[in-house]
């Protein structure tokens, strides 16, 4: 049996055959690495001088989406007085929660469940010691089930769940637009409650 084809266009064929293996081989090696690696990034403190303060930990994802829903959260907090900080999901990220009246947990959807950076930091910080926790999470579209194992991860490490907040990269008909809908749920967040 040979290997390699003695007819021209099954040898074209072949190198073509190959040539796309190698190549998805490669994408989906990079897409695997981006959306299970840690991302080092600088603490940014929103208002400053807000009343109660709240820790954003978020994973950026493949786009900006998450990050951009992130920081809409984010601002819907500062608008009710909230001294926020914002920070992507790594050992860089804080583990001491003794200063935040609330978590923020964020990460996209793939492949049916979360990133695995936004569950190592919950081990990092080990006891969430009952504090409030939003879980903010986005995707093209889902059953629950990733929000789902997500919160029993948090309430196994004695975190709180609070809120679940989805939004979609593509939302259904009526939805508006994600980054409002983040916004405003960030806005709501304890308006009742506080």
């Excluded at 190549?23 to 603490?43: A, C, E, M, R």
């Excluded at 990460?107 to 569950?119: F, H, L, N």
């Excluded at 989805?166 to 749920?185: C, H, K, M, R, T």
């Amino acid at each position: 049996m040979k290997l390699w084809p003695t007819k021209k266009w099954k040898q074209i064929l072949l190198v073509a055959i190959i040539a796309f293996v190698v190549v998805v081989s490669g994408v989906l090696g990079f897409v695997f690495v981006k959306i299970s690696s840690d991302y080092t990034s600088d603490l940014q403190v929103l208002n400053a001088d807000g009343s109660e303060t709240a820790l954003i930990i978020y994973h950026p994802g493949l786009s900006s989406f998450m990050q951009d829903v992130a920081y809409a959260f984010a601002d819907g907090l500062v608008e009710n007085g909230w001294r926020v900080e914002i920070t992507t999901a790594s050992d860089q990220a804080p583990t001491d929660l003794s200063g935040y009246s609330v978590l923020v947990l964020g990460s996209p959807v793939y492949a049916g469940t979360t990133t695995d950076s936004i569950k190592r930091h919950v081990e990092r910080i080990s006891d969430l010691e009952g504090i409030d926790t939003v879980l903010l999470v986005t995707s093209g579209d889902s059953d629950g089930g990733a929000e789902a194992k997500l919160q029993q991860n948090v309430e196994e490490h004695n975190g709180n769940i609070e809120t679940i907040v989805s939004v979609y990269a593509v939302p259904n008909a009526g939805d508006g637009d994600p980054l409002e809908i983040a916004e405003q749920a960030g806005r709501d967040l304890f308006v009742a409650n506080r």
